[in-house]
């Protein structure tokens, strides 16, 4: 092990001095700094000016229910910590096609092991006639090494979109790897899951159900390196189903059957974790996570980012900052071999990445911005 960090760190000094990375000190942000923010189309694709859904909140998926009620779920990071609003799934209702909106309230889940971890991203969906259910990730204890294979995918059905009822059993449990994000959806006689498989370019899971309770996994769905399967399905029509998601800027794709895409189309929207519902022929409702908070008139600047990163080497955390104002950048730490560690979201202009989770070595810390960025760190104790 000695003898392996120390080539790791000989190997980490060749390429730092070629790579030309500035370092700096920043202090730690999170998806608390977000807020969602809700966007109106004619056609699903160029969107009108946006303004705040919910403040300190992320993952969102809106549906139609009973009639021209609408709902919403999302993770709400209110302040306090601990508090009720905090790393908690919170639901908002409106009852005029998405003008207003109630206040939210957090989802109550009964049955829910006292063994699991609170439940994150959430989806939606309509089943029966009027029975919700929600779809989200969780795990039987909480997970010591990060994002690993023990995070599954389960659910629970509500008569009043607050309160649900847990439904035992993993919906879909993927051995060796975490399954997190999911996104489902009834569409030609089947429930569709989707869930990112990774890295962008690693695709997406595909599970199909009959029931939306017992999913089988069939081929995943491809994509590459700057569209991240990271959003939410919407019924087109009953010969399309599109996927919105995230990436420099939010897209779709589209496909008859959930299996056969189209190709990415690009909307007017930086942003990420898009979820959109078609009210009708000419009304596209987005809520989607928009830029952080900030006070500044300067206009986004396009393009790659200028990043730094400190400490480097690093212990136990990683700070990493964009300079420029938006930095929703989809990000992923890979070891020297290529195999995925971790990923997530920069959401901030600095993030704060916890590393306490990976064994000493050289990793790679990508930002999938366009063109896609590569920093290479090491990781000391």
């Known amino acids: 092990n000695n003898r392996l960090l120390k080539n790791c760190i000989l190997l980490y000094s060749i390429i730092l001095l ?48 009973k009639g021209d009620t609408l709902i919403a779920a999302f993770q709400w990071f209110r302040q306090p910590n601990p508090s009720p609003s905090w790393d908690r799934i919170a639901v908002k209702f409106s009852y005029d096609k998405g003008q207003s909106w109630s206040t939210p309230v957090p989802v109550a889940i009964s049955g829910l092991p006292s063994t699991f971890q609170r439940p994150f991203d959430p989806t939606l969906t309509v089943f029966g006639s009027d029975s919700i259910r929600l779809y989200f990730s969780s795990s039987d204890g909480i997970p010591k090494a990060g994002l690993d ?53 690693d695709g997406a899971y595909h599970y199909v159900s009959g029931d939306g309770l017992r999913f089988i996994p069939v081929p995943k769905i491809p994509s590459d390196n700057t569209h991240n399967w990271t959003g939410n399905y919407m019924v087109e029509s009953e010969n399309e189903l599109r996927f919105y998601g995230s990436g420099p800027w939010i897209w779709y794709n589209s496909s008859p059957n959930g299996g056969i895409w189209n190709g990415f189309i690009q909307t007017n929207v930086r942003g990420g974790d898009p979820s959109v519902l078609k009210l009708n022929t000419e009304n596209y409702l987005m809520i989607y996570v928009g830029q952080p908070y900030s006070t500044s008139t300067t206009n986004p600047t396009q393009g790659s980012a200028d990043v730094h990163i400190y400490p480097n080497p690093a212990d136990e955390n990683l700070y990493v900052s964009c300079n420029k104002e938006i930095s929703f950048l989809n990000y992923s730490i890979n070891d020297i071999s290529g195999r995925l560690r971790c990923k997530g979201y920069l959401m901030q202009q600095t993030t704060n990445l916890p590393l306490n989770f990976l064994e000493p070595g050289l990793y790679h810390l990508i930002l999938y911005d366009d063109p896609p960025i590569r920093i290479p760190f090491l990781k000391m104790n």
Not at 26 to 32: I, K, L, N
């Open 18 to 65: 070629t790579s030309g990375f500035r370092i700096s000190c920043y202090s730690q942000q999170g998806p608390w700094n977000s807020p969602l923010r809700i966007a109106w189309s004619k056609d699903g694709r160029t969107f009108g000016a946006s303004s705040v859904f919910q403040d300190s909140a992320g993952v969102p998926c809106v549906i139609k229910w």
């Open 149 to 201: 294979s023990s995070i599954n995918s389960y659910s629970a059905y509500s008569l009043d979109g607050v309160h649900y009822v847990f439904e035992p059993d993993a919906r879909v449990d993927v051995i060796n790897n975490r399954v997190i994000d999911p996104a489902v959806i009834y569409f030609n006689k089947s429930w569709h899951y989707a869930a990112p498989a990774g890295a962008p370019q």
